[in-house]
C-alpha cells in the first residue's frame, strides 16, 4: 500500500532554515510527481510546491517562490523541502502528497499524515 512519512518539523526562528523530509513507499516513486501542500492554523488548504517524476522540473506557490527549494531522490525513495526565511506566515502543518494527472485533470490521490513547522520567536 502507498505510504508517505513526512519528517523535519519543528519549532524555528523567523528568518531559520528547516529541511523536511517524505520517505515514500508502495508505489513507483519515479514514475509519479510529487508535492508538497501545507495548512495554517484555521485556515484551508495550501498548494505549495511540484516537482517532475524526473526532477528536471518544479513549481512553486508565489508565496514561497525564491525562499523554498523541492528536490527528490528517486534512488532513496525520497522527497525534501529545504525551508529559507522562514515567515511566522508559513507555520503550517506540511504535507506530502502523490500527484495524479494527465492532460485535462490534476489531483493528489495519497497523502501523508503531516509534520508541523512553526515559525515563532
Known amino acids: 500500500q502507498v505510504q508517505l512519512v513526512e519528517s523535519g518539523g519543528g519549532l524555528v526562528q523567523p528568518g531559520g532554515s528547516l529541511r523536511l523530509s517524505c520517505a515514500a513507499s508502495?508505489?513507483?516513486?519515479?514514475?509519479?510527481?510529487m508535492s508538497w501542500v501545507r495548512q495554517a492554523p484555521g485556515k484551508g488548504l495550501e498548494w505549495v510546491s511540484d516537482?517532475?517524476?524526473?526532477?528536471?522540473?518544479?513549481w512553486y506557490a508565489d508565496s514561497v517562490k525564491g525562499r523554498f527549494t523541492i528536490s527528490r531522490d528517486n534512488a532513496k525513495n525520497t522527497l525534501s523541502l529545504q525551508m529559507n526565511s522562514l515567515k511566522p506566515e508559513d507555520t503550517a502543518v506540511y504535507y506530502c502528497?502523490?500527484?495524479?494527472?494527465?492532460?485535462?485533470?490534476?489531483?493528489?490521490?495519497?497523502w501523508g499524515k503531516g509534520t508541523l513547522v512553526t515559525v515563532s520567536s
Open positions: 502528497a502523490k500527484v495524479q494527472w494527465g492532460g485535462s485533470y490534476y489531483g493528489m490521490d495519497y
Open positions: 516537482i517532475y517524476s524526473g526532477g528536471g522540473s518544479t
Open positions: 508502495g508505489f513507483t516513486f519515479s514514475s509519479y510527481s
